[in-house]
């Protein structure tokens, strides 16, 4: 995780972002470069023999990339597609790659995202850093008509049919400089080039939008336990988020009037028990991609919320549209 001293300095003005300029230009060179030789063929693009549909954002840290491909899966799936997905597994260290997710996967060798897009989707997952190599385990082992790839947007060796990029619109891009000096991995022209870009939280009808639900909680120790979360608003709770920006998890939950003492960890960071030995005994709230890493020594006051992603009725049926056109040539 990047100290907070720089990342801070991406979203407010500092001198440190006129230090970091040279670098910056000098990253935004590089990766300009490389894209161009993909597109004129210097370095080969390796094609999947099913449409390939990128989700990613241009920027680091968090911006709902998880919560939409499991809403993307799911709605590909009611439309009559047989989704699977590929990822990079950040977070896990599996024994061999490409690595095939499987329900009592451990997130430390998977990574919590994949095992959490497969256990909400029931898709197959593969994950592995060489996405070419995933999605050709992924196609040998199940019968996949489409392919989702989580986070894979700078993933250029892979050709892709559809992209779509996710913006936190509460974060925006920062000051808009590329790395270090800014948030960014690609120039925001970059946003020029893509299918769909979707504004996670934004109010303005006239973007294409995804809001964030949360309504209940779910007991770790036993899942068909759960809760309202207005059950949890008679005494402070501890809220864990070990996400891209914790920030959005605990705002949400003192929207919905709890009272909570809030801890912050690094995304994907590994918990362990000692995590959670708090000097209050409060109800801890956790999100849901931390919970897949704590249910071996969860106690009874353990909780995961789960997110639902609502996106604009119109991208639905326009994703389904352009991915049909491809399919008929």
Request: charged share 15%; net charge neutral; hydrophobic share 40%.
């Amino acid at each position: 995780m990047k100290a907070d001293w720089l990342t801070n300095s991406w979203y407010q003005p500092t001198l440190l972002t006129w230090l970091l300029l040279p670098l910056s230009w000098l990253y935004r060179l590089i990766i300009m470069l490389r894209r161009q030789a993909y597109r004129v063929g210097i370095f080969k693009q390796l094609s999947l023999p099913v449409p390939v549909v990128v989700v990613g954002n241009i920027s680091v840290g968090g911006s709902g990339k998880t919560p939409f491909v499991i809403w993307l899966a799911q709605y590909l799936k009611q439309q009559g597609w047989r989704p699977g997905i590929i990822s990079r597994g950040y977070g896990g260290k599996a024994d061999h790659y490409p690595c095939s997710v499987h329900e009592h996967s451990q997130a430390s060798q998977v990574g919590d995202e994949p095992l959490l897009i497969h256990r909400r989707t029931q898709c197959p997952v593969v994950v592995a850093a060489d996405r070419v190599a995933a999605g050709e385990q992924l196609l040998a082992e199940n019968d996949c008509n489409i392919i989702i790839t989580d986070d894979g947007l700078q993933h250029y060796r892979l050709q892709r049919d559809l992209e779509i990029v996710i913006i936190d619109k509460k974060r925006g891009l920062g000051n808009q400089a590329c790395l270090p000096a800014g948030p960014l991995r690609e120039p925001i022209s970059r946003l020029n080039t893509v299918d769909f870009v979707i504004q996670h939280g934004a109010a303005n009808p006239a973007d294409l939008s995804m809001q964030l639900h949360i309504q209940y909680a779910i007991q770790l120790q036993n899942e068909t336990s759960q809760k309202s979360l207005s059950e949890f608003n008679t005494t402070p709770v501890h809220a864990v988020a070990g996400i891209g920006h914790p920030q959005r998890f605990f705002d949400q939950l003192q929207q919905l009037g709890l009272t909570i003492v809030p801890h912050a960890f690094a995304d994907h960071h590994h918990y362990t028990a000692a995590d959670f030995q708090f000097a209050e005994s409060y109800p801890i709230l956790m999100t849901e991609k931390d919970a897949v890493k704590c249910q071996a020594f969860a106690s009874t006051n353990m909780w995961y919320v789960p997110a639902e992603a609502q996106l604009s009725p119109s991208l639905g049926p326009e994703i389904d549209q352009k991915l049909r056109e491809l399919l008929n040539g």
